[in-house]
């Protein structure tokens, strides 16, 4: 499903405007997320390490190993022996199409942002899996800003449902919007994207092992 504009781009070039480096390193890991799509690779530990050595500048990106804090401390993500075990696990069920890939690629982007798998980065990579899940199927967003900066609750199993049907949403707007743009074009597309009828989120891996600690 095409777009009339890249909204990872246009979102990428707004929030980072103030530090072209840091611009630089996050187009240059996108480029590689698209690559990897378009290639139908599987989503992986290795490969998220990679695009988080990417956008971070570094040589190293490995799985923490402590406890992490966000929102100035108010969620702690645990660290047990299988976190990672599971965190993998989650990436793996990216590819069961028993669920819409709307609803994959917002579980996606909540199990990076609350597993919080490195030191830092995080916020970026999940915004970057969320866009892989999605291309890998062919769909692209044109706005992802109202995906990007809402904040999002590690206990909030109603917020994670709101997200997917965000996307979906967006996800089914965008072709609305591409159609328009290209009507003639849009005469001879049948493999667009078309709205799913089936239920949109079924929360699994997002929360499992990641929930909220006081």
């Excluded at 695009?51 to 645990?78: L, T």
């Excluded at 904040?151 to 997917?164: F, I």
């Amino acid at each position: 499903m095409p777009a009339i504009r890249d909204g990872f781009v246009d979102f990428a070039r707004g929030s980072s405007r103030h530090s072209p480096r840091r611009l630089c390193r996050l187009l240059a890991a996108y480029d590689d997320v698209r690559r990897e799509a378009a290639s139908d690779a599987d989503l992986t530990v290795s490969l998220l390490a990679r695009w988080n050595r990417v956008i971070r500048g570094v040589a190293v990106a490995q799985f923490r190993q402590s406890p992490a804090y966000a929102k100035n401390g108010r969620e702690r993500y645990g660290l047990h022996a299988d976190t990672e075990l599971r965190f993998a696990a989650c990436l793996v069920e990216t590819t069961d199409r028993e669920a819409p890939v709307t609803a994959r690629a917002a579980r996606a982007y909540l199990d990076v942002a609350f597993f919080h798998p490195y030191d830092d980065g995080n916020a970026r990579l999940a915004g970057l899996v969320l866009q892989f899940v999605l291309l890998r199927e062919s769909v692209e967003l044109d706005d992802l800003t109202p995906i990007l900066t809402t904040p999002r609750r590690a206990d909030d199993a109603d917020g994670a449902a709101d997200l997917a049907r965000l996307v979906h949403g967006i996800a089914t707007a965008t072709h609305r919007r591409w159609v328009r743009a290209n009507r003639h074009a849009a005469i001879e597309d049948a493999g667009g994207f078309q709205p799913s009828s089936r239920q949109p989120f079924s929360p699994r891996c997002s929360g499992r092992g990641t929930t909220r600690e006081v």
